[in-house]
């Protein structure tokens, strides 16, 4: 099982400009997450699903959107980057509440 | 607000010694806490996790305390080694809250932990 996969590893983008950040996990969790990691702090999350075509927004969910087509995949959408946008992304999935979330990689972003 | 603090950004420790990384948190639903390790350009990775209906937990080195009437966890981990050198992030979770948690965590800010050879 490769687990959670993010693509990709680093992007640097300019003010406006928009992307999508990956995220896949092969365990057939339902419920997965992103997170934001800025310089010496926790993470926070942004959104999160409960299972295909259910999402709901976290603690920092402006700037942001997500959707959930599939079990598998859980994308981010940042239509207008802003330099606040720069931070480093963890998506996650876990089977079920009170158990451990499974972490991809992340990819950092910088906005500039 | 911040509901789960780590108030020391780091900590050093020679090997062998015990490493002791401490967590407070505030939210009183939290019941669920778990302990995370991240090294450098990689994501975090599952420690160790405790519920709130025990008051200790170990896994080989690792051994997690929980005192829920002064909402304070510890990890302690003996002997520490030089791979234990990461960052450790403590999260908590409201599973009790069921249907309106689902699984969130709020996670601290962090300890650095350098542990010297």
């Known amino acids: 099982n490769a687990g959670v996969t993010q693509t990709p590893k680093f992007r640097i983008l300019k003010i406006g400009q928009s992307m999508t950040l990956q995220c896949t996990q092969d365990?057939?969790?339902?419920?997965m997450y992103w997170y934001r990691q800025d310089p010496g702090m926790g993470l926070k999350l942004i959104y999160y699903s409960v299972g295909a075509g259910i999402t709901d927004k976290g603690e920092v969910p402006n700037g942001y959107n997500v959707s959930r087509s599939t079990t598998e995949d859980f994308p981010l959408r940042l239509e207008l980057a802003a330099p606040s946008q720069t931070s480093v992304y963890f998506c996650a999935s876990t089977p079920s509440w009170g158990m451990e979330q499974y972490f991809g990689p992340g990819t950092r972003l910088t906005v500039t | 607000d911040q509901q789960v603090k780590q108030n020391s950004p780091s900590l050093s420790v020679q090997e062998g010694r015990i490493s002791i990384l401490n967590c407070d948190y505030t939210?009183?639903?939290?019941?669920?806490f778990l302990w995370y390790k991240k090294y450098p350009a990689e994501g975090p990775t599952f420690l160790i996790s405790i519920s709130s209906i025990k008051d200790k937990n170990e896994d080989g080195r690792f051994t997690v305390f929980l005192n829920k009437s002064a909402k304070h966890l510890s990890l302690h981990i003996v002997p520490s080694q030089p791979g234990d050198s990461a960052v450790y992030f403590c999260a908590a979770s409201a599973t009790r809250a069921g249907g309106t948690s689902y699984g969130k965590l709020t996670f601290g800010q962090g300890t650095i932990l350098t542990v010297h050879p």
């Open positions: 365990m057939n969790h339902n419920y």
């Open positions: 939210n009183s639903m939290f019941d669920y």
